[in-house]
């Protein structure tokens, strides 16, 4: 596989149908997959209210507050608070799950992935650290504050940019906070 260098302001932000925000797709697998057919798939979300999520048969989810006061997510029946940034938060996206926003609008980083396909991590790295793709292994790394240079020929990535990285590729330096998130296929699936 080759880089994928994935722009912010390439994105066309889409409302949810219930109003209470728009998402902007960062990369899904395979291309074009819809929501029945994806994957794994990455975006951002810009929310304005709080209210129930859309229930995803058969996904994981991975959330993590970029920017705002955080939300309380409460997840079959119980209550976590995400009152900081950058700290990811994984639940069953088959999950009756509705969204209580703290104190204004958020900025949350979002994960999905077809559980009998993929398993997907996320980390938090911030400034001083070098990312290398294991073996076998694809990342995307998504800028959520300040930048990434990655090394093989100096590409910036801004805030909000992201990289799409196989085993192989040379990796970069954060300047900044990322969210990276490995990949992993299923046996079997």
Same mark, same amino acid.
């Given at each position: 596989?080759?880089?994928?260098?994935?722009?912010?302001?390439?994105?066309?932000?889409?409302?949810?149908?219930?109003?209470?925000?728009?998402?902007?797709?960062?990369?899904?697998?395979?291309?074009?997959?819809?929501?029945?057919?994806?994957?794994?798939?990455? =975006?951002?979300?810009?929310?304005?209210?709080?209210?129930?999520?859309?229930?995803?048969?058969?996904?994981?989810?991975?959330?993590?507050?970029?920017?705002?006061?955080?939300?309380?997510?409460?997840?079959?029946?119980? =209550?976590?608070?995400?009152?900081?940034?950058?700290?990811?938060?994984?639940?069953?996206?088959?999950?009756?799950?509705?969204?209580?926003?703290?104190?204004?609008?958020?900025?949350?980083?979002?994960?999905?992935?077809?559980?009998?396909?993929?398993?997907?991590?996320?980390?938090?790295?911030?400034?001083?650290?070098?990312?290398?793709?294991?073996?076998?292994?694809?990342?995307?790394?998504?800028?959520?504050?300040?930048?990434?240079?990655?090394?093989?020929? =100096?590409?910036?990535?801004?805030?909000?940019?992201?990289?799409?990285?196989?085993?192989?590729?040379?990796?970069?330096?954060?300047?900044?906070?990322?969210?990276?998130?490995?990949?992993?296929?299923?046996?079997?699936?």
């Amino acid at each position: 596989m080759t880089r994928q260098i994935l722009r912010a302001e390439d994105r066309a932000p889409a409302p949810w149908k219930n109003g209470g925000g728009v998402t902007s797709e960062v990369a899904v697998h395979p291309p074009d997959a819809g929501t029945d057919d994806f994957g794994w798939r990455v =975006s951002i979300a810009d929310v304005v209210r709080g209210g129930p999520f859309s229930s995803f048969p058969g996904v994981d989810r991975i959330i993590t507050v970029v920017d705002g006061p955080g939300m309380t997510l409460t997840v079959d029946g119980t =209550s976590h608070t995400m009152d900081a940034p950058y700290e990811p938060f994984a639940f069953p996206g088959d999950a009756v799950t509705e969204c209580l926003l703290l104190d204004g609008p958020v900025v949350d980083f979002n994960v999905m992935v077809r559980r009998a396909d993929t398993t997907a991590r996320v980390r938090v790295v911030r400034s001083g650290t070098a990312v290398r793709p294991a073996p076998g292994s694809r990342v995307l790394a998504v800028v959520l504050a300040g930048s990434a240079v990655l090394r093989r020929d =100096s590409v910036r990535l801004g805030r909000l940019d992201a990289v799409l990285i196989s085993d192989g590729d040379h990796g970069f330096d954060v300047e900044g906070v990322l969210a990276i998130v490995d990949f992993t296929s299923v046996p079997g699936g």
